[in-house]
């Protein structure tokens, strides 16, 4: 729940610095051993965010590069696969390279971009974003996008239940609380070293709404390279919290009757190092007159661009809010602190946390509908393709709502999962925003579908404290 994105201050990545240095190329090999790694996680994602790695030692980081490393696609999960198909072979992007010796001395992560026969696999997550960047910058733009990465310290009791990892953070508003933060401080500060080691630079550790739960934000940067960052951190707070015998959880809505877990996006255009989406003449804070009368400060591209959001909503959410516990968030009508912070209409307006989006300043937007479970290169891609439609469009959203307000004809975003992917099917655009083939959009939805009915062909508790003795 922060409110300001800082700049990112960032290491030049390995290929820009042999370019600035003018030295050879050098190997993944020679990166691993100057920075004292013995082992490589060679690591993607499925369509879930589910992270799949294989541990290759440094002896074998050549073959890697090579593209001798294959994964079995089925097998990984989610990935357009069938148990018949070649191997997906993980081609690993060097910039990437992150040592992580808080999780094992010696380790490092380096993403990888999986290829069948040669050819970038559409179907693979980070395939997908990077195809969208490509689309953007044909017409000369790059996205920037920070990350809100939200989670839950819990723990698994005997009965199969749930309790807050901290016994005593139980106050029904601990948002922001120092003493929650305090006794978790071996744990935060320990993500928090992780991160500013890594150069992401780690701004600010919270409590969050409710019991159990914590945000630590890191600066914006480049889309791919934040999509990558919050896979990473997923990672790297699932291992540390283990280590301290909890369980960080990026589950929507582990609780009933507390606020959800979101995962939300700030995002902005750019053109090299000209920022798109503020008005001309615009201040600092966003106050200008040449914004079309909104009040906010941005340009009629950023107008534009809001606009593509707001019309595809519904089919958006199907990547924002991608399982069937997403929309007991996203349907809560309130918590036991008084609000969701989750959107349920698809509205935009000035520095107010209760619309899909929010504009806090002139110079970015901050996309609110995202859960925890969202896979960040599908959310990040999938909302780009959203506003560029918006973009190609010149569309209008029309005047900014107030406060806690929505315009009359604004949609209201899905109830449930199997509402989601039905106004997938209906958005042509949409579907085809997953390397732009519609055939991998209904792959997914009808993987989604699935996913709703076997969790619809289970009996609840809710159903027998209902129905057992109503008749």
């Known amino acids: 729940m922060t409110s300001v994105a800082t700049p990112a201050v960032i290491a030049l990545p390995f290929a820009e610095e042999r370019e600035v240095s003018g030295a050879p190329a050098i190997s993944l090999a020679d990166i691993a051993k100057a920075h004292g790694v013995r082992f490589l996680l060679a690591t993607l994602v499925d369509m879930t965010g589910k992270p799949c790695a294989k541990l290759v030692p440094v002896e074998a980081a050549g073959e890697l590069e090579s593209g001798a490393?294959?994964?079995?696609?089925?097998?990984?999960?989610?990935?357009?696969?069938?148990?018949?198909d070649p191997d997906l072979i993980a081609v690993p992007d060097l910039d990437s390279f992150t040592p992580v010796p808080f999780i094992k001395e010696g380790l490092a992560i380096i993403h990888c971009d999986p290829h069948v026969n040669g050819t970038p696999w559409p179907y693979a997550p980070r395939v997908i974003l990077k195809n969208t960047l490509a689309r953007l910058a044909e017409k000369g733009m790059q996205a920037k996008v920070g990350a809100e990465v939200e989670y839950f310290l819990v723990k698994k009791n005997d009965d199969?239940?749930?309790?807050?990892?901290?016994?005593r953070d139980d106050s029904p508003r601990p948002c922001y609380d120092a003493?929650?933060?305090?006794?978790?401080?071996?744990?935060?500060?320990?993500?928090?070293?992780?991160?500013?080691?890594?150069?992401?630079?780690?701004?600010?550790?919270?409590?969050?709404?409710?019991?159990g739960q914590f945000e630590q934000n890191f600066n914006y940067a480049d889309a791919l390279t934040t999509a990558d960052r919050v896979v990473t951190l997923r990672y790297i707070l699932n291992i540390l919290a283990e280590q301290r015998g909890m369980t960080a959880t990026f589950m929507p809505k582990p609780f009933t009757d507390r606020t959800g877990t979101g995962l939300h996006f700030h995002l902005s255009l750019w053109s090299g190092a000209e920022a798109l989406f503020p008005a001309a003449g615009s201040g600092a804070e966003g106050k200008g007159n040449n914004d079309d009368g909104r009040g906010l400060g941005i340009s009629g591209l950023a107008c534009s661009f809001i606009a593509g959001i707001l019309d595809h909503a519904p089919a958006l959410q199907a990547f924002l809010a991608p399982t069937v516990n997403s929309y007991k968030r996203t349907g809560a009508t309130t918590s036991s602190s008084g609000a969701t912070w989750s959107p349920r209409k698809a509205s935009y307006g000035g520095n107010d946390r209760t619309h899909m989006i929010r504009v806090p300043d002139n110079k970015r937007i901050e996309l609110r509908s995202g859960d925890g479970s969202?896979?960040?290169?599908?959310?990040?891609?999938?909302?780009?393709?959203a506003g560029l439609d918006g973009v190609e469009k010149a569309a209008d959203p029309g005047a900014?709502?107030?406060?806690?307000?929505?315009?009359?004809?604004?949609?209201r975003l899905p109830a449930t999962l199997l509402h989601a992917v039905e106004a997938l099917r209906q958005d042509p655009v949409m579907l085809a925003s997953l390397s732009g083939n519609p055939e991998i959009g209904r792959y997914y939805a009808d993987a989604k579908e699935e996913e709703f009915l076997s969790w619809h062909n289970q009996v609840s508790d809710w159903e027998i404290r209902t129905y057992l003795t109503s008749i």
């Open 69 to 84: 490393m294959g994964f079995a696609g089925f097998a990984a999960g989610l990935m357009g696969q069938k148990p018949q």
């Open 160 to 167: 199969g239940t749930l309790s807050t990892a901290d016994a």
């Open 179 to 211: 003493r929650g933060v305090t006794r978790m401080y071996d744990h935060l500060t320990s993500i928090s070293e992780a991160m500013n080691g890594l150069g992401w630079g780690n701004y600010a550790n919270d409590h969050e709404d409710a019991a």
């Open 374 to 385: 969202a896979n960040p290169y599908l959310a990040i891609a999938t909302a780009i393709s």
């Open 400 to 411: 900014p709502s107030g406060p806690g307000e929505s315009r009359p004809d604004a949609h």
